[in-house]
Nanobody, 114 residues
Framework: QVQFVESGGGLVQPGGSLRLSCTAS????????MAWYRQAPGKQRELVAQ???????HYWNPGEGRSTISRDNARNELYLQINDLKPEDTAVYFCDFRWQNVGWGQGTQVTVSS
């Protein structure tokens, strides 16, 4: 019954910015540690950022310094702002529980190219 729907991706030039959105249903995201992941073709899914129940955030290499994870409790949505996008950021981006891993949305495609 839990579902995550990602949106906000697209084609962007290097150096551009995107704000990805994750709309959740069947769960209250503020009750869980939430995370953004990304997966490029032929590569394993990797963590980008997470947000704990208390709002504490943590970033991994793909998102460190260029990304901001945020949450809108009223809308039950999770966001990922990515700045200074680079070609190596090209991937499908997913949101999901950090630990329970019961959500599995379609993801949103981010393509960084000139």
């Amino acid at each position: 019954q839990v579902q995550f729907v990602e949106s906000g991706g697209g084609l962007v030039q290097p150096g551009g910015s995107l704000r990805l959105s994750c709309t959740a249903s069947g769960t209250i995201i503020s009750n869980y540690v939430m995370a953004w992941y990304r997966q490029a073709p032929g590569k394993q899914r990797e963590l980008v950022a997470q947000m704990a129940r208390n709002g504490e955030t943590h970033y991994w290499n793909p998102g460190e310094g260029r990304s901001t994870i945020s949450r809108d409790n009223a809308r039950n949505e999770l966001y990922l702002q990515i700045n200074d996008l680079k070609p190596e950021d090209t991937a499908v981006y997913f949101c999901d529980f950090r630990w329970q891993n019961v959500g599995w949305g379609q993801g949103t495609q981010v393509t960084v190219s000139s």
